[in-house]
């Protein structure tokens, strides 16, 4: 009944947001920054969710009722399995914890703490209900709890390195960014594995304590890892354009829009870089493309 959530566990950030949170039995969420701003874009919580059937699919498969299980996304029938789960023994804390997840992959986060808070009440040193449950305050921008349960979840497993991950997108929303880095830091010494998402997640936090020499590092580290995300280019290319290194710059928006042709603000970052560098035509152009097409 709880090798899935064990092997999840495992599972979760070597793989590894939401999609849903974030994280584990979470959905990934991806907070984009506003590019006319020059904010960098985010990937914030975790990202196990790429192979959502086998996070999703209740432990105790015993309870389930008798007919196929659901399609990956489709998180009425999920939910709708999991009550089922409930009904039949209202104390099986880990259908809470699935129904949970998926109410946090469907966006209805306040149901998702109604089912963390559940199943914490049922299984208190169960650091994965505290982790989730810090995902949902996260979704809501309710930072200080979400930084909460995260550091009860580092508290009962110190060893987990999403929690590390979480809590140090949620310091960074809170405007804690120092704090952020050590956290990200953290998480990247306990992943077993190279997580692209924690080098550019942490290459922001340098960025908005005006690190830039040390968040170009970081986002070309994830670069390495996964050269087919444009935000990495893009967060790269803010970056080297505040060091006043504006053809790298170029550069990186170049490859961020061939990655993402139909992400119109750059062609306004990339015009404005032409115009700095004297090359009127490449400008204009780009700025014409942006005012075409860009729609608020």
């Given at each position: 009944?709880?090798?899935?959530?064990?092997?999840?566990?495992?599972?979760?950030?070597?793989?590894?947001?939401f999609?849903?949170?974030?994280?584990?039995?979470?959905?990934?969420?991806?907070?984009?920054?506003?590019?006319?701003?020059?904010?960098?874009?985010?990937?914030?919580?975790?990202?196990?969710?790429d192979?959502?059937?086998?996070?999703?699919?209740?432990?105790?498969?015993d309870?389930?009722?008798?007919?196929?299980?659901?399609?990956?996304?489709?998180?009425?029938?999920?939910?709708?399995?999991?009550?089922?789960?409930?009904?039949?023994?209202?104390?099986n804390?880990?259908?809470?914890?699935?129904?949970?997840?998926?109410?946090?992959?469907?966006?209805?986060?306040?149901?998702?703490?109604?089912?963390?808070?559940?199943?914490?009440?049922?299984?208190?040193?169960?650091?994965?209900?505290?982790?989730?449950?810090?995902?949902?305050?996260?979704?809501?921008?309710?930072?200080?709890?979400a930084?909460?349960?995260y550091?009860?979840?580092?508290?009962?497993?110190?060893?987990?390195?999403?929690?590390?991950?979480?809590?140090?997108?949620?310091?960074?929303?809170?405007?804690?960014?120092?704090?952020?880095?050590?956290?990200?830091?953290?998480?990247?010494?306990?992943?077993?594995?190279?997580?692209?998402?924690?080098?550019?997640?942490?290459?922001?936090?340098?960025?908005?304590?005006?690190?830039?020499?040390?968040?170009?590092?970081?986002?070309?580290?994830?670069?390495?890892?996964?050269?087919?995300?444009?935000?990495?280019?893009?967060?790269?290319?803010?970056?080297?354009?505040?060091?006043?290194?504006?053809?790298?710059?170029?550069?990186?928006?170049?490859?961020?829009?061939?990655?993402?042709?139909?992400?119109?603000?750059?062609?306004?970052?990339?015009?404005?870089?032409?115009k700095?560098l004297?090359?009127?035509?490449?400008?204009?152009a780009?700025?014409?493309?942006?005012?075409?097409?860009?729609?608020?």
């Open positions: 009944m709880f090798y899935l959530k064990i092997l999840f566990g495992l599972f979760t950030f070597a793989l590894t947001f999609l849903s949170v974030l994280i584990v039995p979470k959905p990934a969420v991806v907070v984009f920054g506003v590019p006319e701003n020059n904010y960098p874009k985010v990937i914030v919580t975790d990202k196990n969710t192979n959502l059937k086998a996070v999703v699919v209740d432990k105790n498969t309870n389930l009722p008798d007919k196929e299980f659901c399609a990956d996304e489709d998180y009425k029938c999920w939910i709708a399995q999991y009550t089922e789960n409930i009904k039949a023994d209202p104390t804390e880990e259908s809470y914890y699935n129904r949970g997840w998926t109410y946090n992959a469907s966006g209805e986060y306040e149901k998702a703490i109604k089912d963390y808070t559940k199943a914490i009440q049922l299984a208190p040193d169960d650091f994965e209900n505290y982790n989730g449950r810090g995902i949902s305050y996260d979704n809501l921008k309710k930072y200080d709890l930084v909460k349960d550091t009860r979840t580092i508290k009962l497993n110190p060893d987990y390195s999403a929690a590390y991950y979480n809590r140090g997108g949620a310091l960074d929303s809170k405007g804690l960014s120092k704090k952020a880095i050590a956290d990200y830091t953290k998480a990247i010494e306990l992943s077993s594995a190279d997580d692209a998402d924690y080098y550019c997640n942490r290459g922001i936090s340098y960025d908005n304590i005006g690190e830039y020499q040390k968040a170009v590092a970081d986002y070309s580290k994830a670069i390495e890892i996964n050269s087919t995300e444009a935000d990495f280019y893009y967060n790269r290319a803010l970056s080297y354009e505040s060091l006043g290194q504006y053809e790298k710059a170029i550069a990186d928006y170049t490859e961020s829009l061939e990655l993402n042709p139909n992400d119109f603000c750059i062609y306004k970052e990339r015009g404005e870089l032409y700095k004297g090359e009127k035509e490449m400008a204009e780009d700025l014409k493309k942006y005012k075409e097409n860009y729609k608020e």
